[in-house]
């Protein structure tokens, strides 16, 4: 029977340890400051964007919401990004998904100045990424939540076969980069991949993470025996339930770690945000934070 990876109780962990850091941060005179950009009345989003307010509110973080109807023209839109580039008690800057269909989402993107880039999506801190670059740069928050999941439950990924499920630029190919930085082999698989190949795959992976949002994609019979299963998918069923990509029940007797759906990654963005907020604000006033504060 696999240990369930507790996100929630990690997530407190770590958003303590952002609240300590934005303490010390306000004692020099500095707040740091997020702002979320709302597009359109998608109820999904405005849940989410609410829960980022009251986890800001909680870590000393001032979080903003400024939201448009649907209809918004993506020239305004630009122009608020630019503003807020350029203001300083602006650290984060995050453009919330999905955006409608006449706004071009990697323009939106590219505009966002990289040192407010909070979501890491950001040409330049993906190649970042993939070049393994030192020094800081944001880094997509769900990968990187994962990461401090992983580390926090003392899972050793060096040397380990590590299957990513889903290629989507914001959870698949900065999962696949960040392996790769923790000596994984790595392979990323996607919708184009054959089902029995899949299936290789996935009997030989130590450490799985599916992201593609289908319920029940992987079942248990699929794993390797004693895996790592790290479920960013959320679905939600018929009876309003939720469920992720992850047949929870068959893989928990396979596994020997596995997070559910919900309460596992999910607590873990929102979490892993905040931390990057509080970094960029350093990062702006050229502040050192405490040492290794994020080893929660």
Not at 89 to 109: M, R, Y
Not at 139 to 159: K, S, W
């Amino acid at each position: 029977m696999a240990v369930i990876i507790d996100g929630k109780a990690i997530a407190k962990r770590l958003r303590d340890a952002v609240a300590v850091q934005a303490a010390n941060l306000e004692t020099k005179g500095i707040i740091p400051g997020l702002a979320v950009i709302l597009i359109g009345d998608d109820p999904a989003s405005e849940i989410y964007v609410r829960n980022k307010e009251r986890a800001a509110q909680k870590a000393g973080v001032n979080a903003q919401t400024i939201k448009y109807t649907a209809d918004v023209s993506e020239v305004t839109v630009l122009m608020k990004i630019k503003e807020l580039n350029l203001d300083p008690k602006i650290d984060a800057i995050l453009v919330q998904s999905p955006v409608p269909a006449h706004i071009n989402e990697e323009l939106i993107q590219e505009t966002i100045d990289p040192s407010k880039d909070v979501d890491g999506f950001h040409p330049e801190n993906i190649g970042r990424l993939y070049a393994n670059r030192s020094g800081y740069y944001p880094v997509a928050n769900t990968p990187r939540g994962i990461m401090t999941m992983l580390a926090h439950e003392q899972i050793d990924l060096a040397g380990k076969n590590a299957l990513v499920v889903g290629r989507s630029i914001l959870v698949g190919r900065p999962m696949f980069a960040l392996l790769q930085q923790a000596n994984a082999t790595v392979t990323l698989a996607h919708r184009y991949t054959p089902s029995d190949t899949l299936m290789h795959l996935l009997a030989d992976a130590d450490v799985v993470i599916v992201a593609v949002g289908q319920a029940g994609l992987i079942q248990g019979t699929s794993l390797k025996d004693g895996a790592v299963v790290i479920d960013v998918g959320i679905n939600r069923l018929a009876d309003g339930s939720l469920t992720g990509d992850v047949d929870f029940a068959s893989a928990q007797e396979v596994a020997a770690a596995i997070t559910p759906v919900p309460g596992g990654v999910g607590p873990m963005t929102i979490a892993t945000l905040l931390q990057t907020t509080v970094e960029l604000a350093a990062q702006h006033h050229q502040i050192e934070l405490e040492q290794a504060w994020q080893n929660i």
